[in-house]
């Protein structure tokens, strides 16, 4: 069977079934030993009892007859009386007659027959003063099987003078078996210690030796006790024997009856009770076996949802931490951490289809790269973490560069047009207690450090790493209670219009003073909060300033300055982010061309279509847009062409120069100038910072001048002091 699960299903029913049967058969075993123990007991019991009853009746006769002698020798009755009295007694107590004979045998009976009893024995045993009764005999009389009760008759002397005897037939004394006969299942009788039969239930007495039944029985009956023999007749029919010894006799009271008839129904009931014990034990088998296989395939699909990626099919990271705990030599492995730059995209782009493929591919190169106590996994989305054996540096970076061109070669497809890279986060683990969690978290340090650049990466963890990325966390900490206590502060660097040398216009920058750490550069801690999500936070907190003024400078001093804020590319593709963007401002009674928006090349990189779309939109709402840092990325002169710009703010990288770069520098601003103009933006130079370099921007026509040469950035107030309240003058 191929279903192990269901395999193991069926050797579970078959073990219940075997338990099952095997109790069944204890139990119904047990059941009929007691069955057939108490029925024994009750067999023997009956029998016992019948052996009282025989016992009562005959002394009950031998007493009848010792006393009629007794009156005989004590009264002198005369003959005639005394057989009447005889007579009537007998018909009375159903006797057949009584007799009495002579100590010759000769006999006068009640009912007046004469005969001689000389030759039988009860009668000579009665001559010599014992009491008797004998087997059955035939009587002289009339043939029929009578027996004979005798008692012997003394004068005064003592001596025996006669023997009185009363006779029954055998058939009518029968009656005390009767209960011994069990209904008629059976017969009974009664036998000497010698195996003479005395009376039988029977009317005819076919055997008149216990021997006649089976031979040799009489040897294994104790004359003294009781007991059950079985024994096979003639018939080939198995029989119960139950006898019991007549008390103070040698006679035993005996019962015979077919097996079947007694055992008969408590077979048939032992039966049904196993064949019951059996249908349960079959059902509660399947039972068994059904909650078995349900409680298994839960616990599989419980145990494949906690420990399989169901993207991969391999390990999650769950199953990875565990494996990696049970590892004792973890000082002897490094802990890498993947992530596939430039994956962000294809989902949406390629469809996650071909997305999952790459993934799929990612895992079974892995699994093709590496040794049987080496792990690896998908952590989360498009990270990997792997378990490496320790080699030097040089060697598991080329073994790494080596998995990322592997799995590149593995995941041909035309439709995949974009780059994408491998950065391996490696951290040496240097003890074999490390909780793996903390590896990993090192790791993760080590990402922050990656440069992302557009090739494959292999960076090792330093410790500094770490120290820097608790700086980065202590920033995060710190934001909402930046927020509260304003210790962000709204700074405006003021824009220089070359061709009238006034200022009417700024670019809002935030500004951090820390109570600990003094002026934090947003350099800092901009990328922090641009990942966490937070930036949307504190540029919502600059514009709301930023418009608060605004306003105020209109009211007061009727200008219409003009701002530029930053805004982040990670959410400016957020849905409605946009839309609540242009209401907030839109609610403020300021001019919306007095907002420009300043976006990055790279803002543009990715989502050219969507940028398009949004930037229209605000145009539309008379926003003025600025592409900042033109030239510091991947510039395409496309974007000129194809985004509905105002102003070019030219990267200050171009001002950074050196002796070879300087020249060319200039050409390509003098260019850029000159080609902004003819389509009509205005240029604006950001980090200029001499009067070299002013006067070259002058020369050559640039709009505007946004550099320390000038203004270094200033706490809005400062620039309200300097160029709303100074020009309002
Ligand atoms: P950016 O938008 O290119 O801003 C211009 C940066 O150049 C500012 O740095 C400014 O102080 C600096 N700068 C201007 N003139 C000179 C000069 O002559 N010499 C030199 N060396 N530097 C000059 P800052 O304020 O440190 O800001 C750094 C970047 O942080 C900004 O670059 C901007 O991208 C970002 N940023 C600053 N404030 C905000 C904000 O409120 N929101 C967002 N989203 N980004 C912000
Ligand atoms: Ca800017
Ligand atoms: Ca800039």
């Not at 039988?120 to 009491?131: A, H, I, K, V």
């Not at 009518?172 to 209960?179: A, E, F, G, N, Q």
């Not at 093709?368 to 990997?384: G, I, K, S, T, V």
């Amino acid at each position: 069977m191929k279903n192990p699960l269901m395999r193991k299903s069926i050797i579970v029913a078959m073990i219940s079934l075997l338990c099952f049967g095997i109790f069944a058969t204890m139990y119904t075993n047990y059941l009929s030993r007691n069955l057939f123990d108490e029925t024994n007991q009750f067999l023997k019991d009956t029998t016992i009892q019948t052996a009282i009853a025989v016992k009562n009746k005959m002394n009950e006769n031998i007493t009848q007859l010792q006393t009629i002698a007794l009156m005989i020798q004590e009264t002198q009755i005369n003959k005639e009386d005394l057989f009447d009295y005889l007579s009537q007694l007998a018909l009375k107590n159903g006797e057949k007659r009584f007799g009495i004979a002579d100590i010759n045998g000769d006999v006068i009976t009640s009912d007046q027959q004469t005969f001689n009893i000389a030759n039988r024995q009860y009668f000579q045993d009665s001559l010599n003063g014992q009491n008797r009764i004998s087997h059955p005999i035939q009587d002289y009389v009339d043939g029929k099987y009578i027996n004979v009760c005798s008692v012997p008759v003394y004068n005064q002397n003592n001596e025996v003078i006669a023997v009185l005897f009363a006779t029954f037939s055998t058939d009518k004394l029968s009656y005390i078996l009767s209960s011994a006969t069990y209904n008629d299942v059976g017969y009974s009788f009664i036998f000497d210690d010698k195996g003479n039969v005395i009376l039988s239930s029977t009317l005819n007495t076919e055997f008149l030796d216990i021997n006649d039944i089976s031979q040799g029985i009489l040897d294994n009956i104790d004359a003294q006790g009781n007991g059950i023999l079985t024994f096979i007749d003639e018939n080939q029919t198995q029989n119960y024997l139950i006898y019991a010894n007549v008390e103070d006799t040698d006679w035993l009271v005996a019962s015979v009856f077919a097996q079947e008839a007694a055992t008969g129904k408590i077979q048939t009931f032992v039966r049904t009770a196993f064949i019951t014990w059996l249908i349960i034990g079959c059902g509660s088998a399947l039972l068994i076996s059904y909650v078995y296989f349900i409680q298994r395939k839960n616990k599989m699909q419980i145990t494949k949802l906690a420990y399989i990626d169901p993207i991969t099919e391999h390990d999650n990271f769950n199953k990875f931490l565990e494996d990696c705990q049970k590892n004792h030599h973890l000082s002897q492995y490094v802990l890498v951490n993947c992530d596939i730059k430039g994956f962000k995209w294809f989902n949406e782009i390629y469809g996650e289809e071909i997305a999952n493929k790459l993934l799929k591919t990612v895992i079974l190169c892995m699994k093709e790269n590496c040794h049987d106590d080496e792990l690896y996994c998908r952590q989360q989305a498009d990270h990997f973490v792997m378990l490496l054996r320790k080699e030097n540096h040089g060697d598991l970076q080329t073994r790494l560069l080596n998995l990322a061109h592997y799995i590149r070669s593995q995941f041909l497809n035309k439709q995949i047009t974009s780059q994408y890279y491998f950065y391996f986060s490696l951290y040496d683990i240097d003890n074999d207690n490390i909780d793996i969690h903390v590896a990993f978290k090192k790791t993760q340090y080590v990402k922050k450090e990656l440069k992302e650049l557009s090739k494959d990466d292999v960076i090792f963890y330093q410790e500094s790493f770490f120290q820097e990325g608790l700086y980065a966390q202590q920033i995060e900490k710190d934001f909402q209670d930046a927020l509260d206590h304003s210790h962000f502060q709204v700074y405006i660097q003021p824009k220089v219009e070359l061709d009238t040398g006034t200022v009417h216009c700024g670019e809002a920058l935030a500004r951090w003073h820390h109570p600990k750490h003094g002026t934090i550069s947003p350099g800092t801690f901009i990328p922090i909060y641009e990942k966490n999500g937070m930036l949307e936070i504190l540029d919502a907190f600059v514009l709301e300033k930023v418009l608060q003024k605004l306003s105020y400078w209109k009211e007061h001093y009727h200008k219409e300055i003009s701002i530029s804020i930053n805004v982040s590319r990670t959410y400016l593709f957020n849905e409605g982010y946009v839309d609540q963007f242009i209401e907030l401002i839109e609610s403020y009674p300021i001019h919306t061309s007095q907002i420009e928006i300043e976006i990055t090349e790279t803002t543009a990189l990715n989502h050219k279509e969507e940028l398009i779309v949004i930037l229209n939109k605000l145009k539309k709402h008379h926003f003025r847009i600025s592409l900042d840092d033109f030239g510091s990325g991947y510039s395409s002169l496309n974007m000129l062409k194809d985004f509905p710009i105002d102003v070019v703010k030219i990267d200050q990288e171009f001002f950074r120069t050196n002796a070879y770069t300087h020249t060319r520098s200039h050409i390509i601003i003098e260019e850029v100038i000159e080609l902004c103009h003819k389509l009509n933006i205005i240029v604006v130079a950001e980090g200029v910072e001499n009067i070299e370099q002013r006067d070259f921007l002058v020369d050559h026509h640039c709009d505007y001048i946004q550099g320390y040469y000038y203004y270094k950035p200033m706490p809005i107030n400062e620039f309200e002091d300097l160029f709303v309240k100074e020009t309002d003058r």
